[in-house]
């Protein structure tokens, strides 16, 4: 039997709904556990377009020291509670909208979390403004990757305007019209081509 | 200054999350008032892949009648009270996903409203599984229109495999991975072309 994979959400208020909410239903439907984190201290994390959705999780029940951080920077310490969330988790994920991804982009806890999961070669994907986040993470740098145009500086990448990139264990997309497209691509890296066509068949993408 | 266009989304248990936020999405994005409203008797409805979200609305709260029926039945002296919701909405959205489709399907009160709004001519628009309400009723007789493959009979229609038709007041789409076109249809139907072209490039959709 396969190993469950799990991918873990970070959200900050003022989430782009389409973005974020279609990865979440297409990585489900490929059996994929995937944890909705709030970043905001409430369960209940509200959307850029006025829609409210429950979060699975807190960042305070998967890391202490990340609980106490209200501010979002990082203690000493911190960094053995999040070696814990990246070895639970098989990659991260960064819906856009505003302010979300420059909250995400201003948060060391979310900045040290992409630093983390991407030297353990763990999946990273971010669509839209949040690419931004993985530019100020320094993880985007020669690599080929997209954005939400002007979310980030095309200087040191391979910026490219296709509607999802991945390159190696990086995954970046566009925008809210490219949420099907971000989230094939996540399943594609973590399940394989094939379940991602499966996927793309049965939501009627393309076919 | 333009009137103010409002529309309505009716929503039980198991609805499609991207098919049914993508369209508030969309909407809002467009500057149309959209109110989600739960059938369920509870304010937070469940998506049929886990994800909860508040609606703006129980239908108790737009309709004294509706709200005394648990059972969906229609009651006599209801339709007076469906008149007042036809007058307040320039139309009604059906988001997929089970058991909301069915769900709605079998809900009096909806195939009731399906009705009123197309007796005045004003938009019904329904996705994946939910043009099977549509066809309970009645109101898709002659009509080009699609669905999800199977979820309404070809008889008396014009069944098209096209991603989202719309004939007259009529809006119909065929999945999750059609959620961005159902959504620019009711945008452009309702905001017209130029708005939906706009939206659809703001949000990288084919750009």
Request: a negative charge; charged letters at 25%; aromatic letters at 6%.
């Amino acid at each position: 039997m396969d190993q469950l994979i799990k991918m873990i959400m970070f959200v900050h208020d003022g989430f782009e709904e389409a973005e974020a909410l279609t990865a979440v239903d297409l990585l489900r439907r490929a059996g994929v556990k995937t944890d909705v984190c709030s970043m905001t201290g409430n369960t209940v994390i509200k959307g850029s377009h006025g829609i409210s959705v429950f979060a699975d999780l807190e960042f305070s029940d998967i890391c202490d020291a990340g609980g106490k951080m209200e501010s979002g920077a990082v203690e000493e310490g911190a960094l053995a509670d999040f070696s814990a969330i990246t070895d639970s988790y098989d990659g991260m994920i960064l819906p856009g909208g505003q302010p979300n991804s420059f909250s995400l982009r201003d948060d060391e806890r979310i900045t040290e979390l992409v630093k983390a999961f991407d030297r353990k070669g763990k999946l990273v994907a971010a669509i839209c403004a949040a690419p931004c986040v993985l530019e100020r993470a320094g993880v985007l740098d020669g690599k080929r990757c997209t954005s939400y145009p002007g979310m980030i500086s095309p200087d040191n990448k391979i910026y490219l305007e296709e509607t999802a990139v991945t390159d190696g264990n990086i995954i970046t997309s566009r925008g809210a019209g490219t949420s099907v497209e971000f989230a094939l691509a996540i399943v594609g890296k973590l399940c394989g081509a094939a379940k991602a066509d499966q996927i793309a068949t049965r939501i009627m993408f393309r076919s």
